[in-house]
């Protein structure tokens, strides 16, 4: 018997040139922040020093809003096919360098370089393209005449898809004749960085994207300024609910993707290997850190032991380690706090009464790493089956009737996503059509498209973004 | 599916009729988690013990009208030292002939440790009555054969008649008796993964210690996707019976890097139990060659020219 080890596999990461200090990118000129702070911006898979970014204080938010109050002067006037042009550049561009964006995403978010170089970037370059098609296409689609872009748009990402969310923001956004203030998330703001010098390469009018880093603080600065006229956030429940409080009684207009605790639920008439694959998929992409992920399972009772055994399985086969080896399947947790919230919520579930499943393999000395792990024996009541734990922990439950599987499902305060496995495609109907989710994926998870509208019920936020939904996202009727 | 068990000897038809309607699969789902096994990337080290792997699986082959004594002499000689210059080459683990080739081939492989497997059963058609069937694998058994290549009744198959295509790998396996027994499914034949999933069942219910995928004779050979689908059918059959059964996959790997994603999927899906020549197996003519070169290129940096390989 052989134990066949793969040798090390490591993407180079030199293609990329990090800088030991960034700047903003304000007015089309990458300026020193005005606050004179930085903040640290470490490699979460060996908590090495990357660079330092700007701690953006009000100050330089003024001086962002203001550019981009003047660029919106300027990208308003022009026609829909000049701006259709400038997204088609960014677009090329990014195809241009995305081994180069790829790696600094894994160095300084700690995703696999699987990942970032066949998910994050083709879908990146994939999004510019498609509204960049829309552009010049928008009176085709609706009476726009008595449509009009907002104006300077305030757009916050989280650090879960850097590169990708900026793309779902400023794509759209551009393409309807918005300009954009975007602040990338505290621990990942190096990709949003590099794309600053996509937009100065495509020849970007100045003021049309301003790029500025900083904590919570920063956003909140954004959130507050007085002439900002639309925020688009994606991140955490408790952070939407904030800004829609500060918003509220201000004509500004808001869309919020939040937080999710998706059911992912097996027939037993599904194909069950596909099913496995599916729900590994479902939550263990990007380390769980997936607001859409999987990570309610629920089983029909008749298949519940061969599908746990058979999952338990798979997951042995998962190669956690170094995001640049091209080998590995699961990367690093992208913040210490981050892992010290899944190692709460993990160790209440044990407490709870949980049974815990957690793969054998080894983790590297330093960095943030948490094993892909299996919740069985679980309550609908206990916390692991309620809160979102946005890291690879998948949270068991049963069901005997579709009725039940649907009412589980529902039983939770989001509603961004959900799946059903079953080879009956009238199930899938039934099930799809009593699913509070925006997105229900049938015998298949996690696929997206630009084409494609996403975005929550409930407690998971409200508008779209992706498709022609998504464009209304950034257009207000106007008398 | 989960819920049969029951011990290999008492496998009962209506166990085996359970199995084959309980077939599903999702060919989406299948063709993303087999691409996505190609992805991986064997260098260094590990390629090289994959490629020594290979050649220690290869059941070299030739089977052709044109093949003579000469020809399988030729191809012992290579089965047995496949690169005279460098020792740490493995043998393959077999060569694969006609019939009336056996003899020959046995009388070649003297002492060394490879052994000799024949096609049988009216291979690669299987169009003839069951007595012939078990005439040409008698034949081939008397002559030495240590392994049997059979192929499955593709009429009865396709015309629903599933028990026909059981009872007559059962009644070839007791002719078989120790003699290892592999059958072939020849998945270009049956198309569709439900029908290659229900065709390993039967023949693993049956008795055989292999299922293979493909004669060679067809466009359509081997493909990774099939294989994936009858590596899940041993799987489930372990897990039912306790029975670790073996695969061979034959027709169309022409090169190393093609049969490295084999080799993957095998040691990702089924574990390193299976990464050994009495559980996998690749039957190949052109692909050792590959492989030596392969091998040669690791060790000095250099491609060579086919000459520098003997024939085969």
């Known amino acids: 018997m052989i134990d066949w080890q793969y040798s090390e596999s490591i993407e180079s990461p030199d293609i990329v040139s990090i800088k030991k200090k960034y700047t903003n990118y304000i007015g089309g000129k990458f300026v020193e922040p005005k606050s004179k702070k930085y903040i640290n911006t470490i490699s979460p898979s060996t908590e090495e020093l990357l660079s330092k970014v700007p701690l953006s204080n009000e100050k330089d938010i003024n001086n962002a809003v203001n550019s981009a109050k003047e660029g919106f002067e300027v990208w308003s006037k022009l026609t829909p096919n000049q701006r259709s042009r400038y997204l088609f550049k960014i677009a090329r561009l990014i195809q241009e360098r995305s081994r180069e964006f790829a790696v600094l995403e894994s160095l300084d978010g700690g995703k696999p370089i699987k990942e970032s170089r066949d998910f994050d970037l083709p879908q990146v370059a994939a999004n510019f393209f498609y509204f960049a098609g829309w552009a010049d296409k928008l009176d085709l689609s609706w009476a726009t005449k008595s449509l009009k872009p907002y104006g300077v748009v305030g757009q916050i990402i989280p650090w879960n898809f850097p590169l990708l969310m900026l793309a779902w923001k400023i794509a759209p956004a551009l393409a309807t004749g918005n300009t954009v203030v975007l602040k990338p998330a505290e621990t990942t703001p190096l990709t949003a960085l590099l794309f600053a010098e996509i937009c100065e390469q495509a020849g970007l009018p100045p003021g049309v994207v301003n790029i500025v880093t900083g904590d919570g603080s920063t956003g909140s600065l954004i959130v507050n300024h007085k002439d900002i006229n639309k925020i688009a956030f994606t991140g955490s429940t408790q952070v939407g609910k904030l800004i829609q409080k500060s918003l509220a009684g201000r004509d500004v207009g808001l869309t919020l993707e939040l937080g999710g605790k998706a059911a992912n639920i097996v027939y037993e008439d599904a194909a069950i290997d596909q099913a496995v694959e599916g729900v590994v998929n479902g939550i263990f992409f990007n380390q769980g850190h997936v607001c859409c992920a999987g990570s309610r399972l629920l089983l029909q009772e008749s298949i519940h032991d061969e599908f746990v055994k058979k999952l338990e399985k798979r997951m042995q086969s998962l190669r956690v380690g170094n995001p640049l080896d091209k080998n590995t399947d699961i990367g690093a947790i992208n913040s210490k706090e981050q892992l010290d919230k899944i190692t709460g919520l993990v160790n209440e579930g044990v407490e709870d009464g949980g049974e815990l499943f957690q793969t054998e393999c080894e983790l590297p000395g330093n960095g943030f790493w948490f094993r892909p792990t299996l919740f069985t024996n679980v309550q609908p009541s206990y916390s692991i089956a309620r809160e979102e734990i946005f890291g690879p922990v998948l949270t068991t439950l049963t069901f005997r009737t579709p009725e039940e599987a649907v009412e589980i499902a529902n039983n939770t305060e989001y509603g961004l996503s959900a799946g059903v496995w079953t080879e009956k495609g009238s199930k899938i109907l039934w099930t799809a059509d009593r699913l509070d989710a925006g997105v229900v994926w049938a015998n298949t998870f996690n696929k997206f498209d630009p084409s494609s509208p996403f975005g929550g019920y409930k407690e998971s936020g409200f508008g779209r973004e992706g498709g022609r939904h998504g464009l209304l996202s950034y257009l207000k009727a106007s008398s | ?312």
Request: contains cysteine; neutral net charge.
């Open chain 2, 1 to 312: 599916m989960g819920k049969i068990k029951t011990s290999y000897d008492s496998i009962q038809w209506s166990n085996v009729l359970e199995m084959v309607y309980e077939s599903r699969i999702d060919s989406v789902g299948l063709n993303e988690r087999v691409n996505s096994l190609a992805t991986r990337s064997i260098k260094k080290d590990s390629k090289l013990e994959a490629l020594n792997m290979i050649v220690s699986m290869c059941d070299l082959t030739t089977l052709e009208g044109e093949d003579t004594e000469g020809k399988i002499s030729q191809m012992v000689a290579k089965a047995i030292k496949p690169n005279p210059l460098d020792s740490s080459v493995p043998s393959v683990a077999a060569v694969c002939v006609y019939p009336s080739l056996v003899g020959t081939a046995k009388e070649k492989v003297q002492n060394s440790n490879v052994k000799v497997a024949a096609v049988s059963s009216y291979f690669p058609s299987g169009q003839v009555p069951m007595e012939s069937k078990l005439l040409d694998t008698k034949y081939a058994i008397e002559s030495g054969a240590d392994e049997i290549d059979i192929v499955i009744n593709r009429k009865a198959f396709l015309e629903g008649d599933y028990r026909k295509v059981y009872d007559e790998i059962v009644a070839l396996k007791e002719v078989c008796q120790d003699v290892h027994l592999k059958t072939i499914l020849e998945v270009g034949d049956l198309k569709t993964y439900e029908n290659i999933r229900k065709a390993s069942l039967i023949s693993l219910a049956a008795g055989s210690d292999f299922i293979k995928t493909s004669t060679g004779k067809l466009s359509i050979g081997s493909s990774r996707q099939a294989c994936y689908v009858m590596l899940k059918s041993v799987l489930d059959f372990e897990s039912m019976t306790g029975v670790k059964a073996g695969i061979k996959v034959a027709g169309g790997i022409r090169d190393a890097k093609d049969a490295i994603r084999y080799l993957v999927m095998i040691n990702e899906e089924m574990g390193s139990d299976w990464l050994n020549p009495e559980l996998f197996r690749f039957g190949a003519s052109s692909l050792l060659d590959d492989v030596l070169k392969q091998i040669k290129k690791l060790k000095t940096g250099a491609y060579q020219a086919g000459y520098y390989f003997p024939r085969g």
